[in-house]
């Protein structure tokens, strides 16, 4: 199967789907005709012209409320953040324009969008430019939240996300955008609202996101080879919906359970998950689950200091193993 | 720079010499905009005296002594025109036609109303009247407008978004970005800002680095300095219609300053106590409806034709009462509706 990196992954996303539908638009800061700051949008402009592809000024109000005016109308916008740490200064259309209309209106108001945007650190771009913001908009109801963490799911998800009805951030990972994965050739259409088991293992489970999947995947090898732990890694994928079905079966089986989160660590999606396990499956437990997260503290720039914070494998091993006593 | 008693001095135009019932206004349109300003004026009292008896609750933001504005906009606007209104746009909700009885039944929070309660007087919504949503967070639809005027340029649909906002709206940075966005863009939008000379309970000239807090920004994004009496409905039918033109011919977006006055305070729990003494006095010679009253039978429209009007929207409003009051408060079973537009909440398997 041919490997492409998880940024031409999101070029072939989001070309694959304004192919298939007209109404597809795209919007952001430097994504046409420069093909985005992060080089994930080159070639859309020139292949779905100036119409449907638009560069806009730095004005994160309008693009997001651009998109949501669109949304209502009729079309399916794909608006670009450039980093998710902008969400800051358009937070209104996040908090209470997106997933409030249809409530309000009692049904009437539509707001099939989708936001796409940089998260997350590795970059060394400091506290501005790295923050994992996906525990900002997990909280809001009406707002669906996936992290896609390979090429593949980037395609699968993106396409899931442009056809779904609902406003859904489709949080991108900065440091996975070099990343290669395989892919197949032909149309990838995923499921919002599904986790993927992608090693099964029998002693722990460890649920990780975006950036933190590779790591929990390169931590589970070391835990089997050198402590003979044999760990079951799922990529938890969407926050909302939330696959507990996955989760739940997984805690049920291995008996442990482990988060590894990108985020700070106050309200960060693994302890909402830690609590439905405590309160649903308590008894399959053998013992505490374990949060590892990046500490409550915003992020430095130097990289030996951004290197120390991020959960790494060596943490995660070192965690579980400690954890379950080996 | 000018103060709010001042500004209610501003030179404001006129009817054009040798206008009358025939002239491109015409005696139809000119009834219907009469009606349109008396039954968003008795609905909005109705408003105000619901509350008094507490059957209207929570907050509620009138247009009383504004209903021009929303009138002159509306009844300009072809059908397919999209309206974008702030929290205080029971006014423009209703000038597009939606049922008195939808509205007052929203503001009492009842089943029957537009959107059973769910939303609320600062969020009424009736897109099947064009209305599509009151917006509670200053500035936040003048961004949203802009999308949908996309929308209409990229379909090659010949709509015309409009958004009505209050001047302190123009020293959020949302306005900003929305007309900067739209004239780069050339969006078929209209921006309508109503300068009723206050922004809640500060008079804006005291917090505007300006003296017309929308027409003199204009400039800054190319353009025209728009300034209109807002309280002759047929000055602001024409500016609109002339805005409505350009849009809908590709030359891009308006910016509209409406010159008004509110009559009551900002919401509900507002006395309006820091206006000058006088200053309402004023501004109520020079009520929209009685203005505009004055002018049909300056144009020979009957005293019965005017009174038949005052006593259908009075019968209109009344009955919407009644049956606001008799209509049953909204049930728990909707509470997790629509939040996802599978019609559920579900946020987990």
């Known amino acids: ?326 | 720079m000018a103060t709010a008693q001042d500004r209610a001095q501003v030179p404001l135009g006129q009817v054009s010499p040798g206008s009358g019932l025939n002239d491109d206004i015409g005696e139809a349109k000119r009834l219907a905009i009469y009606r349109s300003q008396l039954r968003i004026r008795e609905a909005e009292q109705r408003a105000y005296d619901l509350f008094l008896q507490n059957l209207v609750k929570g907050t509620s933001h009138l247009s009383l002594g504004q209903e021009a504005v929303a009138t002159g906009f509306a009844e300009a606007m072809q059908k397919g025109d999209l309206s974008f209104c702030t929290y205080r746009g029971h006014a423009h909700t209703l000038a597009r036609g939606v049922p008195v009885e939808k509205v007052l039944g929203e503001l009492m929070q009842r089943d029957n109303g537009l959107m059973r309660g769910k939303g609320g007087s600062m969020h009424l919504t009736s897109e099947e009247h064009g209305v599509m949503g009151s917006y509670a967070i200053i500035g936040a639809h003048l961004p949203i407008a802009c999308g949908a005027a996309w929308r209409a340029q990229y379909k090659g649909d010949k709509d015309v978004s409009v958004c009505f906002f209050g001047d302190g709206t123009t020293n959020i940075g949302a306005f900003h970005e929305a007309l900067n966005f739209a004239a780069v863009w050339k969006l078929p939008v209209v921006f309508v800002c109503e300068n009723n000379l206050y922004m809640e309970y500060t008079p804006i000239a005291d917090v505007t680095a300006v003296e017309h807090p929308a027409a003199d920004r204009a400039s800054a994004y190319g353009l025209e300095r728009i300034i209109v009496d807002g309280n002759d409905a047929d000055a602001v039918y024409r500016t609109a219609q002339k805005a409505y033109a350009k849009a809908r011919a590709g030359d891009g977006p308006s910016l509209i300053e409406a010159m008004t006055y509110r009559h009551s305070g900002h919401s509900r729990a507002d006395p309006a106590k820091y206006r000058p003494e006088g200053e309402l006095e004023k501004w109520k010679e020079r009520d929209p409806i009685k203005i505009y009253r004055e002018r049909l039978k300056q144009f020979g429209v009957s005293e019965w034709t005017i009174a038949e009007i005052d006593a259908s929207v009075r019968k209109e409003v009344d009955d919407a009462t009644e049956t606001c009051k008799a209509a049953p408060m909204p049930p728990a079973e909707i509470l997790t509706t629509d939040v996802y537009a599978d019609g559920g909440w579900a946020w987990r398997n």
Not at chain 1, 90 to 102: G, L, Q, T, V, W
Not at chain 1, 233 to 247: E, N
């Open chain 1, 1 to 326: 199967m041919p490997e492409i990196t998880y940024r031409d992954a999101v070029i072939r996303g989001i070309a694959q789907e304004m192919a298939r539908d007209n109404d597809v638009v795209f919007l952001g800061e430097d994504v046409a005709k420069a093909g985005g700051v992060f080089k994930a949008t080159v070639g859309l402009y020139e292949q779905f012209g100036p119409l449907r592809v638009r560069d806009t000024p730095i004005s994160e109000q309008a693009i997001l409320g651009a998109a949501m005016g669109a949304a209502m109308t009729g079309l399916k916008p794909i608006a670009e953040i450039m980093f998710s740490d902008f969400f800051a200064v358009c937070f209104d259309y996040i908090a209470n324009e997106f997933p409030k209309s249809r409530y309000m209106s009692n049904g009437q108001t539509k707001c099939p969008l989708v936001v796409r945007t940089g998260n997350g650190a590795g970059s060394r771009f400091g506290a501005q430019h790295s923050q994992s913001v996906e525990n900002w908009c997990m909280m809001i109801p009406g707002l669906k939240v996936v992290a896609p963490s390979s090429p593949v799911d980037v395609i699968g998800l993106l396409a899931a996300a442009v056809r779904d009805p609902d406003p859904v951030i489709f949080l991108e990972h900065k440091s996975l955008y070099a990343t290669k994965g395989e892919v197949p050739d032909g149309e990838i259409v995923d499921r919002l609202g599904t986790a993927k088991v992608l090693r099964p293992g029998r002693d722990a489970t460890i649920l990780a996101l975006a950036l933190m999947v590779p790591r929990a995947l390169a931590a589970a090898d070391v835990l089997k080879s050198e402590h003979g732990i044999d760990c079951e890694v799922v990529d938890v994928r969407s926050l909302v919906p939330l696959d507990t079905q996955t989760i739940l079966a997984s805690v049920a089986k291995t008996h442990r359970l482990f988060t590894v989160e990108e985020n700070p660590r106050l309200c960060g999606w693994g302890a909402e998950i830690v609590s439905i396990v405590a309160d649903e499956a308590f008894y399959d437990l053998d013992g505490p689950p374990v949060r590892i997260t990046t500490p409550h503290i915003p992020l430095p720039a130097a990289d030996v200091l951004e290197d120390i914070v991020l959960p790494t494998p060596e943490r995660i091993v070192e965690t579980v193993r400690r954890s379950l006593g080996s």
